[in-house]
């Protein structure tokens, strides 16, 4: 979903370009403007995503945990739970953060090729760092909590 916004957005974004510098310079602004907004839609609805598929990650490896634990199994199974369940997250975070970066850079070139106003780069550039940073608390409270869980099982 989000290449495909991201191939319509650089093809509208460059068409929408087009008309404007033959009509008016307003339209330029107004054009950009939109898909400055758009891409700061777009990464924001990636770093929901993988929020999302954090928490339910955690909470499944929360579930191993307890029924491993409540099975008798050996304190290795419980930490290699563990483990398997951090870079489960790991992965999904590093593919989000991956995948913001590419919105972000895709969208601050074509604003540029747009000769967009410093403003609007800006709000994307922002945007970028502020969802990155969002999936990356995400994934460090997921590890906290799979640690604690893990924790209180071997010492069940």
């Given at each position: 979903m989000s290449s495909m916004l991201m191939k319509s957005s650089g093809l509208r974004a460059g068409l929408f370009g087009l008309i404007a510098a033959v009509f008016a310079p307003a339209a330029m602004a107004q054009d950009a403007g939109q898909l400055a907004q758009e891409c700061v839609r777009a990464?924001?609805?990636?770093?929901?995503?993988?929020?999302?598929?954090?928490?339910?990650?955690?909470?499944?490896?929360i579930g191993v945990i307890r029924d491993l634990n409540n099975s008798d199994a050996t304190n290795q199974e419980i930490l290699r739970a563990g483990v398997v369940a951090r870079n489960r997250i790991e992965a999904r975070a590093d593919a989000a953060r991956e995948r913001i970066g590419t919105i972000?850079?895709?969208?601050?070139?074509?604003?540029?090729?747009?000769?967009?106003?410093?403003?609007?780069?800006?709000?994307?550039?922002?945007a970028g760092r502020d969802t990155r940073r969002a999936v990356s608390t995400a994934q460090h409270r997921a590890n906290h909590r799979i640690n604690a869980a893990v924790r209180l099982a071997i010492e069940d």
């Open positions: 990464v924001r609805v990636v770093a929901l995503n993988a929020t999302q598929d954090i928490q339910e990650a955690t909470e499944d490896a972000v850079q895709n969208c601050v070139q074509e604003l540029r090729a747009m000769d967009a106003p410093q403003a609007l780069i800006a709000r994307v550039l922002d």
